[in-house]
Nanobody, 122 residues
Framework: QVQLVESGGGLVQAGVSLRLSCAAS????????MGWFRQAPGKEREFVGRINWSGGWIYYADSVKGRFTISRDNAKNTVYLQMNSLKPEDTAVYYC???????????????WGQGTQVTVSS
């Protein structure tokens, strides 16, 4: 079992930056690929980005590429999502997830956090 807890969400104005954190506990964190997803009201859960165990392979959705950065600190059992130049369309609940495969599909991630709300006003 892996327990994930996101933090760092909030209400911000368009154009500013926000950093989300996802703290993991339980099984060895470094064994897992980590993904970030988001879900806006009335929409399906959307892939944001993913990172492999070493941080050497990172992939982003086109909608956030160039604005968002994923990193991880295995010593702290934490993965981060740095979000710059936020837009109103980035408003969603953001989730981190842990899985055993480098995937963009929610079904490939076995463990999920509870989510943190990010609201971007125009």
């Amino acid at each position: 079992q892996v327990q994930l807890v996101e933090s760092g969400g909030g209400l911000v104005q368009a154009g500013v930056s926000l950093r989300l954190s996802c703290a993991a506990s339980g099984r060895t964190f470094s064994n897992y690929f980590m993904g970030w997803f988001r879900q806006a009201p009335g929409k399906e859960r959307e892939f944001v980005g993913r990172i492999n165990w070493s941080g050497g392979w990172i992939y982003y959705a086109d909608s956030v590429k160039g604005r968002f950065t994923i990193s991880r600190d295995n010593a702290k059992n934490t993965v981060y999502l740095q979000m710059n130049s936020l837009k109103p369309e980035d408003t969603a609940v953001y989730y981190c997830a842990a899985g055993s495969a480098l995937s963009s599909l929610p079904r490939d991630y076995a463990y999920w956090g509870q989510g943190t709300q990010v609201t971007v006003s125009s």
